[in-house]
C-alpha cells in the first residue's frame, strides 16, 4: 500500500537558518512526489513536484526538496528561513491509479525570530 | 484570476439536516476531487470525479455524496450530517488527473451538533 510518513509532528528553527521538513514514502513504482504549505485559514497551495529528472526539485518561495531513491525520501528545505515560513506543511505521493494524492499528516514549521 | 472556490466558508448545523457545499473552478480542468481535513490524520479523500458526469468513490465516501453534471462544479451533498463529519473539507481540481499538480480550494469548516 501506498503511504507517505512524516516524522516530525513539529519543526522549529530560527529565522535565518537553515530548515528541513522530513518526508520518507511507500509506494510501489516510480513516484510523483508533492509537496504543499498550508496557511492558517487557508487552502492548501502548491510548492513543488518530483516525477522524474533531478534529483534537487526547487519551487516556491526559495524551497527546495531532494529525492533519494535508496532511502525513500523526499525532504523539504530552505536555506534561509523566514518567520513567514511558519506554517503547516504537507507531503504527497500519487497512488497508484492516478486518481488521488495520498498525504502525510503533516508537519508544523514554526520560524523563530 | 484562475481559483477554486468553495461556499459556504463556514457552517454550523445540526445532525441530520441535508446540505450542501459547493465547489466551482474555473480552469477548464477535467479532474475535481473532495477531501476532508481532521488533526493527525492529514487529508483523506472522500470522492473524486475524473470528468463530467464520472464520479468515484475515494478513501472515506461514506454519508457524502457528489454530483458532476457541469464540468466547473462539483457539489458535495451531506444528505445527513453527523457528529463525526465536523471537519475541515477542501476541494481540489487538477487539468487531467489525481497525480497531477492539485489545486485547492479555501476550505469549509462544518461543525455538526
Known amino acids: 500500500a501506498q503511504s507517505v510518513a512524516q516524522p516530525e509532528d513539529q519543526v522549529n528553527v530560527a529565522e535565518g537558518n537553515p530548515l528541513t521538513v522530513k518526508c520518507t514514502y511507500s509506494?510501489?513504482?516510480?513516484?510523483?512526489l508533492f509537496w504543499y504549505v498550508q496557511y492558517p485559514n487557508r487552502g492548501l497551495q502548491f510548492l513543488l513536484k518530483?516525477?522524474?529528472?533531478?534529483?534537487l526539485v526547487k519551487g516556491s518561495y526559495g524551497f527546495e526538496a531532494e529525492f533519494n531513491k535508496s532511502q525513500t525520501s523526499f525532504h523539504l528545505k530552505k536555506p534561509s528561513a523566514l518567520v513567514s515560513d511558519s506554517a503547516l506543511y504537507f507531503c504527497?505521493?500519487?497512488?497508484?491509479?492516478?486518481?488521488?494524492?495520498?498525504f502525510g499528516k503533516g508537519t508544523t514549521l514554526s520560524v523563530s525570530s | 484570476e484562475a481559483q477554486v472556490t468553495q461556499n459556504p466558508r463556514y457552517l454550523i448545523t445540526v445532525t441530520g439536516k441535508k446540505l450542501t457545499v459547493t465547489c466551482s473552478q474555473n480552469?477548464?480542468?477535467?479532474?475535481m476531487s473532495w477531501y476532508r481535513q481532521d488533526p493527525g490524520l492529514g487529508l483523506r479523500q472522500i470522492y473524486y470525479?475524473?470528468?463530467?458526469?464520472?464520479?468515484d468513490k475515494g478513501d472515506v465516501p461514506e454519508g457524502y455524496k457528489v454530483s458532476r453534471k457541469e464540468k466547473r462544479n462539483f457539489p458535495l451533498i451531506l444528505e445527513s450530517p453527523s457528529p463525526n463529519q465536523t471537519s475541515l473539507y477542501f476541494c481540489a481540481s487538477s487539468l487531467a488527473g489525481g497525480g497531477e499538480t492539485q489545486y485547492f480550494g479555501p476550505g469549509t469548516r462544518l461543525l455538526v451538533l
Open positions: 504527497a505521493v500519487r497512488d497508484i491509479a492516478g486518481t488521488a494524492l495520498i
Open positions: 509506494v510501489s513504482g516510480n513516484p510523483y
Open positions: 480552469m477548464n480542468h477535467e479532474y
Open positions: 518530483y516525477i522524474t529528472g533531478d534529483n
Open positions: 470525479s475524473m470528468n463530467v458526469e464520472v464520479t
